[in-house]
């Protein structure tokens, strides 16, 4: 069974992603309590945080690979929880000892697998407005819908609003709304820390605001993929 390496950017992420592999693991185990080994490396965000604000994803590798070397003799894979940072997913995947997961490439599987052909990403400013998402979603024929600009304003004030550990319940309760009313098949959490404040049936035992769109919970995603590469 192997070790699972999570480079923490924000705690909440890091946290559901931890939950999850406990979760997962064991509802695959033969005797419902074995799931994969994981060690977690983590980082004030305040690091992360920076880079974020200005785009500076050559810095963002160079910090990631430090921590992975840090665990490179502890763990036999590497996951990150956070979406904004895999826009330096191929140069950490280049220089890092340990085989990565991405988060990016995990979430267009699933909208595949489900068939989705219009698909609300959201996330980071940086994540909806700078493409992330959007070529690897067309490349497969799905179209890709980004809020407009006050939208995404809204999702970024909550984001940075779950991280601090502030009450977002009515921002939540306004945006899941406006979610709703679009015409799309699915919604990408495509923040971490968004599956803290939006639930549907598909999560259980989950508390938020609750969607009727379908979810691409990216964080669960993640988790569940190192689970089975783990077992494998």
Known sequence: MKTIGIIT?????????QEEIARYGMQQSRDGFTHPPFIVDTLSFSYYKELVARSNWQAMSDLIINRIKRLSHLADLIIIPSNTPHYAFEQIQQDSPLPILSIVN??????????YKR????????????????KPLEEKGITPIIPENAFRNEVDTLIYSIIANQNTLAMSDSLAQKIDS????????????????????????ALGASLKTPI??????????AVDYGLA
């Open 9 to 17: 950017i924000t705690v909440p992420g890091s946290v559901i992603c």
């Open 106 to 115: 995990v979430t267009v599987q699933t909208c595949i697998t489900h068939h």
């Open 119 to 134: 698909v609300l990403v959201l996330g980071t400013l940086q994540t909806m407005q700078g493409g992330l998402y959007a």
């Open 182 to 205: 679009l015409n799309v098949d699915a919604v990408i959490l495509g923040c971490t820390e968004l599956p803290c404040v939006f639930t549907n049936n598909s999560i259980p035992h």
């Open 216 to 225: 691409v919970d990216t964080t669960r995603l993640l988790a569940r993929a």
